[in-house]
């Protein structure tokens, strides 16, 4: 049997329709709209002969084989807020299409489809969820985590019906290889007119917030020469950051969101708070880009008599993919196939630490992701299909070989 891309699309336009948020797409941790997407895919898991049943932490899991070692293909059903059709949701159409096409095939491992309940960070603004659990990394301060309301995730998991103490039945112990297909979320594909890219690595990331503190005046009556202007030290200092990753090789740094208090358009801003991103596929370069970048907060703060707090939100070191895995994958994709790196965190990046892991990015036109008109070419699903099939049989060689 052969993958059909098509069928690969209508599931994903399906998904698209369920929603926490009538007219956009939005599909939160343990929501009522993941709910209904989990039965939905639980079905076509079902009618691709697997067994299926949902871990602890609220992971679908599609299973088929009876050998102890386990092949898995994974990626989450969770989005955004008011996200694209395919971010994430392809990942896990995709490999219930692979596992259907090899459904009769005679292979020499179990294969495990998961999709995973949480990636995005949303709710508890703690990414990686799903995948944690199944690496068996879901610690106490994880679980501990508050969303808006004052929930915390173990409550979160205990009114959705599952325990927490079920957590260790989430790991998988068996399992000796990961793929995870993705949409690129990125322009180089698109760029160099290529389907398909083969990620090497996931970039390491550090994410910190930080306050700018000065003293609220009257922005009539309060000589510049006076002022304690916490947004004009927050501002110099943004406009450094795009003037130092500009010219770092490989890397990216963002300040993506800024809120002035009092917010009057008449008062000099007394508070600024900002978010700090910075991602290199180079640790090394990272936080040697992350210290001259807070040096910079300060000196701007100085300079204008303000304070400035600063407070890590995550540091996450790069994460390379398998280097067998990821050659085989690159044979399956066949000639020319682009090497790239994931500037994006995904799942791979949890589980490869604890399973050996591969990742194929498809094209994503206009490099847009994580929003409504997100898209992906039906010619590359089916060129990612068919990489997906031949990188099973090749492992599956592999594997009697060993």
């Known amino acids: 049997?052969?993958?059909?891309?098509?069928?690969?699309?209508?599931r994903c336009a399906?998904?698209?329709?369920?929603?926490?948020?009538?007219?956009?797409?939005?599909?939160?941790?343990?929501?009522?709209?993941?709910?209904?997407?989990?039965?939905?895919?639980?079905e076509w898991m079902q009618a691709a002969g697997m067994s299926v049943r949902t871990d602890a932490a609220g992971n679908l899991r599609g299973r088929r084989g009876e050998a102890a070692k386990t092949f898995v293909m994974a990626s989450h059903l969770d989005t955004v807020p008011n996200a694209g059709a395919y971010d994430g949701i392809l990942g896990v159409v995709m490999a219930i299409e692979v596992?259907?096409?090899?459904?009769?095939?005679?292979?020499?491992?179990?294969?495990?489809?998961?999709g995973f309940s949480e990636e995005e960070g949303v709710r508890f603004g703690v990414p990686f969820i799903g995948s944690r659990a199944m690496a068996g990394t879901c610690d106490e301060t994880l679980l501990s985590t508050e969303d808006a309301n004052g929930i915390n995730?173990?409550?979160?998991?205990?009114?959705?019906?599952?325990?927490?103490?079920?957590?260790?039945?989430?790991?998988?112990?068996?399992?000796?290889?990961?793929?995870?297909?993705?949409?690129?979320?990125?322009?180089?594909?698109?760029?160099?007119?290529?389907?398909?890219?083969?990620?090497?690595?996931?970039?390491?990331?550090?994410?910190?917030?930080?306050?700018f503190t000065g003293r609220a005046n009257h922005a009539g009556t309060t000589p510049m020469h006076l002022r304690q202007d916490a947004m004009s030290a927050a501002a110099e200092w943004i406009v450094?950051?795009?003037?130092?990753?500009?010219?770092?090789?490989?890397?990216?740094?963002?300040?993506?969101?800024?809120?002035?208090?009092?917010?009057?358009?008449?008062v000099?801003?007394?508070?600024?708070?900002?978010?700090?991103?910075?991602?290199?596929?180079?640790?090394?370069?990272?936080?040697?880009?992350?210290?001259?970048?807070?040096?910079?907060?300060?000196?701007?703060?100085?300079?204008r008599s303000v304070r400035v707090e600063k407070n890590l939100r995550m540091d996450q070191a790069a994460v390379a993919m398998d280097a067998s895995l990821t050659a085989t994958l690159a044979k399956a994709v066949g000639a020319h196939a682009r090497r790239i790196v994931s500037g994006a965190g995904h799942d791979a990046m949890i589980v490869a630490p604890h399973i050996p892991s591969a990742m194929l990015f498809l094209r994503s036109p206009g490099g847009l992701s994580h929003h409504p008109d997100e898209s992906v070419l039906m010619n590359d699903v089916q060129a990612g299909?068919?990489?997906?099939?031949?990188?099973?049989?090749?492992?599956?060689?592999?594997e009697n070989d060993a």
Request: charged share 20%; with cysteine.
């Open 1 to 10: 049997m052969s993958a059909d891309a098509q069928w690969v699309m209508e």
């Open 14 to 42: 399906s998904l698209a329709a369920i929603t926490d948020v009538k007219g956009e797409t939005t599909r939160t941790f343990l929501s009522p709209a993941m709910t209904r997407a989990n039965a939905l895919v639980a």
């Open 99 to 114: 596992a259907e096409a090899m459904r009769d095939a005679a292979l020499p491992y179990s294969m495990e489809v998961i």
């Open 153 to 211: 995730v173990r409550e979160a998991i205990t009114a959705y019906g599952l325990s927490c103490d079920a957590l260790p039945e989430a790991v998988l112990h068996d399992a000796f290889a990961y793929l995870e297909f993705h949409i690129e979320q990125g322009p180089v594909l698109e760029a160099e007119e290529r389907a398909l890219g083969v990620v090497d690595a996931i970039a390491g990331q550090s994410r910190y917030s930080l306050t």
């Open 240 to 266: 450094a950051v795009e003037a130092f990753a500009q010219k770092t090789k490989g890397l990216v740094a963002t300040v993506g969101s800024v809120s002035t208090i009092p917010g009057a358009g008449n």
């Open 268 to 303: 000099i801003a007394g508070e600024v708070r900002a978010t700090l991103d910075v991602r290199s596929a180079d640790d090394a370069v990272r936080r040697d880009a992350v210290a001259a970048l807070l040096a910079k907060a300060e000196a701007c703060a100085l300079a």
């Open 385 to 398: 299909l068919d990489a997906g099939v031949r990188f099973v049989k090749l492992l599956a060689i592999k």
